[in-house]
């Protein structure tokens, strides 16, 4: 069983940052995905980020390239979120999510098992 706590979210203007930490617990973390997900109001959880914890390899959706960075600190077992340049649009709970490793980094919701709680990103115009 894996467990995960996520925290470090808030209300930001535009242009500002913000991390988000997760912190991972269970389970050797060596073997774990972890991405991030978000949710917008009336939208669908939508990928955002994910990180080998092994290999330290990477993927990003678009809208955030160049903006997000995913890192890890293994002294704490936590991987954080990075934001910079925050737009409006990227308001939305932000999920930590985790899984088994696979072949590829998955972007879909549906193939991770373990989720925290989220946390709330509000961004300002």
């Known amino acids: 069983q894996v467990q995960l706590v996520e925290s470090g979210g808030g209300l930001v203007q535009a242009g500002g940052s913000l991390r988000l930490s997760c912190a991972v617990s269970?389970?050797?973390?060596?073997?774990?995905?972890v991405a991030w997900f978000r949710q917008a109001p009336g939208k669908e959880r939508e990928f955002v980020a994910v990180?080998?914890?092994?290999?330290?390899?990477?993927r990003y959706t678009d809208s955030v390239k160049g903006r997000f960075t995913i890192s890890r600190d293994n002294a704490k077992n936590t991987v954080y979120l990075q934001m910079n340049s925050l737009k409006p649009e990227d308001t939305a709970v932000y999920y930590c999510?985790?899984?088994?490793?696979?072949?590829?980094?998955?972007?879909?919701?549906?193939?991770?098992?373990?989720w925290g709680q989220g946390t709330q990103v509000t961004v300002s115009s």
């Open positions: 990180f080998s914890w092994s290999t330290g390899t990477t």
């Open positions: 999510a985790a899984r088994a490793p696979s072949t590829f980094l998955l972007i879909t919701p549906l193939r991770y098992d373990y």
């Open positions: 269970g389970r050797t973390f060596s073997s774990l995905h």
